[in-house]
């Protein structure tokens, strides 16, 4: 999912990297009746005006088309989620209709049997085929599909454009250039971080991973295990943590950095450029670079090539046990479909998930066309497993960058220990 909110919300996020829940009951048996209150849970936001007056007329459009039928939110703090959505799983009668998610939480979430798959449906949505592949593939587990894709984020390069004026730079078209334009701001304004990343963001840390060939794990006979040790990833991995170097971005001060610290530092004036997030736009532009800044594609190893991005996001999904499938489906079509995607663009500035939409909405916006021509190239996501969140709880990766950055281990040995622990939460 996303790690969004101004973080509040990376997210990323980004993201949202769910809690495995548990489940001491079956998931339940639902209905369809065509009557009665449809129990919807959105997630909260910083700012949640705007979001709820998209909602709401979703609401009164869905209400006006469906008699006797009632639709009740309940906005759910993403901090909270875990114990939230537990005591779903656990007890169905108190379960939604309908519910937001982030697409890291899929596996955690199907796992306990409690969500609908929605293949069948989305197949055969109008929409369905507007829909873009990889963002799809980020609601999927076990080969079904359990959400529909609200939105999506990925993230790209913001650079200030007054610095590289002042300095006849160009905007990097490699990972190489990107390093070395990095090292001349640091060394023409030493009060400049020449990029502001951290140590502890994940997410601008495998664009370099993926982009050198390497990937985090593979699966075999429905098991997973970590890669991280190959060649090609250390090399992506290596290749972000030089980074974090004094010339750079120092490992003390940016080594704990997470994503939200990172694009705040670059928001604040203080980096020369930073990886961030269409979700990002209104944070960067509350802060002193507002109008000073422009983004490209985060590139790959070669010229014109651009790395992939890792593709969060949130997914509207249905619970099992909901006593009005039909009904809960007809919102999530609606209120995924391509009016309310565009109104939540315009309220949150969440990227839609509609091919047609991203692209009338990139005519009319340049600023969204790094991020689409970043979907079109193609997106990765992490490994579709519950395992996942523990990994990631357990900040298995960021250690490993921290080590390498700082000097505590070389990338062989700090990789080989992240491995292993990938692999010990793999079962």
Not at 342 to 358: F, H
């Amino acid at each position: 999912m996303r790690l969004r909110r101004t973080l509040p919300v990376v997210a990323g996020l980004a993201l949202l990297a769910g809690c495995a829940p548990t489940q001491s009951a079956p998931a339940g048996a639902g209905a369809d009746d065509k009557t009665g209150t449809v129990r919807v849970w959105l997630f909260d936001e910083a700012s949640r005006a705007p979001k709820e007056a998209a909602v709401k007329d979703a609401i009164a459009e869905f209400k006006a088309a469906h008699q006797g039928v009632e639709v009740d939110v309940q906005w759910v703090p993403v901090e909270g989620r875990a114990d939230k959505f537990s005591g779903a799983f656990n007890d169905p009668a108190n379960a939604p209709d309908v519910a937001e998610f982030g697409n890291t939480d899929v596996s955690n979430y199907a796992a306990t049997g409690a969500l609908a798959d929605l293949t069948g449906d989305l197949a055969s949505w109008s929409k369905g085929k507007d829909l873009i592949p990889t963002v799809v593939d980020t609601a999927k587990s076990g080969g079904k599909t359990y959400g529909l894709p609200w939105y999506t984020g990925v993230r790209a390069l913001y650079y200030r454009t007054d610095v590289f004026t002042e300095l006849g730079l160009k905007p990097p078209t490699t990972l190489a250039e990107l390093t070395d334009d990095a090292r001349r701001i640091r060394a023409a304004k030493p009060d400049l971080y020449g990029i502001s990343v951290g140590g502890k963001y994940t997410y601008a840390m495998l664009p370099f991973l993926w982009a050198n060939g390497g990937e985090l794990a593979q699966e075999s006979d429905g098991k997973w295990k970590s890669t991280v040790t190959g060649e090609q990833a250390r090399s992506g991995v290596t290749q972000y943590a030089d980074l974090l170097k004094d010339d750079i971005c120092p490992p003390a001060q940016c080594a704990n950095l997470t994503g939200t610290q990172s694009v705040t530092a670059f928001a604040g004036g203080k980096a020369g450029m930073t990886v961030g997030g269409d979700f990002n736009r209104k944070a960067v532009d509350q802060g002193a670079v507002k109008g000073k800044y422009a983004v490209v594609p985060i590139p790959g190893t070669t010229a014109g090539s651009v790395a992939p991005a890792f593709a969060g996001g949130n997914l509207l999904g249905v619970f099992n046990a909901s006593k009005h499938r039909g009904l809960a489906l007809e919102f999530i079509e609606l209120l995924g479909g391509a009016k309310y995607q565009e109104k939540m663009y315009t309220a949150m500035g969440n990227l839609p998930t509609l091919s047609s939409v991203q692209q009338k909405l990139a005519a009319n916006d340049p600023f969204l066309k790094p991020f689409v021509d970043t979907l079109k190239a193609g997106t990765k996501f992490v490994p579709a497993t519950p395992a996942w969140s523990k990994i990631d709880s357990q900040n298995v990766l960021p250690t490993a960058v921290q080590q390498i950055a700082t000097g505590g281990k070389d990338p062989a040995a700090a990789l080989t220990d992240a491995a292993a622990a990938m692999d010990k939460a793999f079962g």
